[in-house]
């Protein structure tokens, strides 16, 4: 997995490439943690996220509730597979999707 | 049926995976089908690796095969740890907004969700769980 990060004052994108698995996503996690504080607003692009397992949606909750007491946290470009896994678990309901 | 008997810990999930992938690939399974079959394995092989043997460690064996008629991928997961079913287990609420939600139980929910059919035995001392899925 790859993570791209591009900052504009207080909002932070971060696209997320590749697998968000049980071995990656504590990748994601650490690097969210570090950039809570100064973020307001955060976006998550998946254009190119291939794949999201139960581990992955985790750090998804988790940032979705932090960032529901700031500037709220959008989610982008979401390709089929990962669209359906959000579909099924009812995220895609929970999560601001763009 | 190809065979991969190694310890049940998170650590080993990249060797599970290229092993499941391995066999699909060749099979030519479609995309969509690998990527729900590579998340059931991955949420199965944590969850034994979680809690099988815990604290201790304790082996798994995942075997897959392909059958036809129809066409469909056969995986099976066996290991000697506590009997415990997962299909036992109730699903949780995904209708609750993100404030209430558990982030527990999601996994087998997802297992349960995307695969054709998952089946469970105690047999010989072992957990057997076997998932089905049509390609």
Sequence with gaps: MNIGRERNGNELTLTVEGRLDTNTAPQLQAELEKEYNSTEKLILDFKDLAYISSAGLRVLLLAHKTMSQKGGLKVRNVGDIVGEVFSVTGFADVLDIQ | ???????????????????????????????????????????????????????????????????????????????????????????????????????????????????????????NNSNILTLTKRL
Aim: hydrophobic fraction near 45%; include cysteine.
């Design chain 2, 1 to 123: 049926m190809k065979e991969l008997k190694l310890d049940a810990v998170t650590d080993n999930l990249p060797q599970v995976m290229s092993f499941v992938d391995e066999a699909l690939e060749a099979a030519d399974c479609p995309m969509k089908a690998q990527m729900q079959i590579d998340m059931a394995v991955e949420e199965i092989f944590v969850n034994v690796s979680s809690y099988a043997y815990a604290p201790g460690v304790g082996p798994v064996t995942v075997k897959i095969g392909i059958a036809d008629d129809p066409r469909r991928a056969i995986i099976v997961f066996e290991d000697q740890g506590v009997p415990y079913d997962p299909l036992a287990k109730a699903d949780p609420d995904v209708t609750l907004s993100a404030e209430e939600r558990q982030v527990g139980g999601l996994g087998i929910f997802m297992v349960k969700k995307t695969m054709d059919d998952m089946s469970y035995v105690y047999e």
